[in-house]
């Protein structure tokens, strides 16, 4: 398989910071796209790899899967977009597209394993796949995604991880104008949580333990703010929502979202990968008919639904767009919950 070297940022190990390297990029093969990079969002995701925070990582590992970029290449039988065109990419380069998942549109659920943009298995060159803190990324047609033309691109970027994961469980429970929803965590899933049900004419809740983001959720769109560490202010909302999506990073305690949720309600965990602690208790689960679930991302046809929604109404992400010489600073910062609220590299800053 022929190849092409590209410069690029990542890591060679868990504890080592970000720096400039160099990658292989596959030739364009006939359904391929290739994009010169222009924004590239940093979604927690990208520090939990780089740091290995789930196991798996292989190094060198070059994170971020919020891409936004020009069409640089096409091969022969791309129709989707012609050279010139901008386009964006998020977290799914790759996926069988024969699976009862793929037929059905959900390639991120794929039973044969879809391939991450990033710390993913790239079937062509045999390697891990690359992400998007780079010059420029080849991806099948399928996984390019058409942009809006009327919103700004680099805000446009995070709608591509931090959008779509916080979409695709807001259509899957069939969030509406008659809908009480609920928010855990103000970051870059959380506040394009807020924005997307606001957009969808549901009453959105922000919980949150930084009273100092209260001011920005309500002008993002929240309805109201509740404390998560304040038990008082826990229980004024005792029964109230219909959905709840925790995009908490960490390890936290669910147990007292649940006493928020209504009879049928769902809390949906996008944020935290693992076991949870304390115990969760089924008590209110069984007396409330409650579900626990959790969601990834979206597939590509509802990734495209997101981006023309927002193209409609108008949404795009807060961005403070960074120099890709910044980036360890900028995990440092997500570390501290200080991002408002999404970072978004000027990938011309690689040149
Ligand atoms: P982020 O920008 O860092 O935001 C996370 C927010 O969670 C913080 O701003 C903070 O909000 C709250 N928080 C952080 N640490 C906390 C703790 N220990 N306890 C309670 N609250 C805490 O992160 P993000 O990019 O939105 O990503 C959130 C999580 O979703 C990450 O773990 C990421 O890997 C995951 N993710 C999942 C999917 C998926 O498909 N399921 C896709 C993308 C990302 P407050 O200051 O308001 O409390
Ligand atoms: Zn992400």
Redesign the pocket.
């Known amino acids: 398989m022929n190849k092409f070297e590209v410069k690029a940022f990542g890591t060679q190990a868990a504890d080592a910071p970000l720096k400039q390297m160099n990658i292989n990029r596959r030739e364009v093969l006939a359904e391929d796209i290739e994009i010169e990079i222009m924004y590239c969002g940093v979604?927690?995701?990208d520090?939990?790899t780089a740091r290995n925070d789930w196991g798996g990582t292989v190094y060198p590992a070059v994170p971020g899967h919020e891409i936004i970029g020009k069409v640089t290449r096409v091969g022969s039988g791309v129709t989707k977009v012609k050279v010139g065109d901008f386009a964006g990419v998020g977290?799914l380069v790759d996926s069988c597209g024969e699976c009862e998942s793929c037929k059905h549109d959900l390639e991120?659920y794929c039973s044969n394993g879809w391939t991450g943009t990033y710390n993913g298995k790239d079937k062509h060159l045999g390697t891990r796949t690359y992400g998007g803190y780079s010059e420029k990324i080849v991806v099948d047609e399928h996984f390019v995604l058409k942009v809006p033309a009327n919103l700004n691109l680099a805000a446009v970027a995070p709608l591509l991880?931090?959008g779509i994961?916080t979409w695709s469980p807001l259509r899957h429970w069939g969030v509406g104008a008659n809908s009480k929803v609920a928010v855990?965590?103000?970051?870059?899933?959380?506040h394009m949580a807020i924005k997307l049900a606001k957009g969808l004419g549901a009453e959105v809740t922000?919980?949150?333990?930084?009273p100092d983001?209260m001011k920005d959720a309500l002008e993002l769109g929240a309805d109201a703010v509740v404390i998560?560490t304040d038990a008082d202010h826990m229980k004024s909302v005792t029964g109230k929502f219909d959905l709840i999506i925790d995009?908490?990073?960490?390890?936290?305690d669910i147990n007292p979202y649940i006493s928020t949720l209504n009879v049928s309600g769902t809390i949906v965990?996008?944020?935290?990968?693992g076991g949870l602690e304390p115990l969760l208790s089924t008590v209110p689960l069984i007396l409330g008919r409650k579900s626990v679930a959790?969601?990834?991302?979206g597939g590509i046809a509802e990734t495209q639904e997101m981006l023309d929604f927002c193209g409609k109404h108008n949404i795009v992400s807060e961005i403070e767009v960074i120099k890709i010489q910044e980036i360890n600073e900028a995990y440092e910062r997500?570390?501290k919950?200080d991002?408002r609220?999404?970072f978004v590299i000027d990938m011309a800053s690689l040149k």
């Open positions: 979604c927690h995701s520090l939990h977290c991120q991880c931090a994961t855990v965590g103000l970051g870059g899933l959380g922000l919980f949150s333990r930084t983001k998560s995009t908490v990073p960490y390890i936290h965990i996008v944020g935290f990968l959790g969601s990834l991302i997500m570390l919950s991002v609220y999404r």
